[in-house]
């Protein structure tokens, strides 16, 4: 893509969106680097779609850059490196096994029922959903 006016771009996500019967005037978040045809106050790719969309909120790329840094500075501390490591091979054993991936989530799906049955936790459109182990 040569053109990477906000115009441009909206008009892509637009499109993207309507591949798929979606609406633009139906975003909830957007995120983008800190480049002006992006954030833009003015003619911004975020003012664009906040015109459409007001509820659609804005995460600057921040986020993720505090993400990079929390992963640089965990990788410094030896706890931390240990249980990343630790949680590797474990993920790594349970992950390239059927059989142990099985036991894995007929244990989790045990801890799931008794604890809706004693309360613990409650039951609802998207909660307790099964999580991948990669």
Known sequence: ??????ATLKL???TLLMEHSLSLSRIR????DGASNMKGAVNGLKKLIMDESPSAYYVHCFAHQLQLTLVAVAKENQDCKWFSEQLGLLL???????KRLQLLRAAQAEEVIEALEL??????????QEMGVS
């Open 92 to 98: 790594t054993a349970i992950g390239n096994s059927c």
């Open 119 to 128: 309360g613990e936790i409650e039951s609802g459109c998207g909660l307790n």
């Open 29 to 32: 978040g957007q995120g983008y």
């Open 1 to 6: 893509m040569g053109d990477t006016t906000s």
């Open 12 to 14: 892509a996500i637009e």
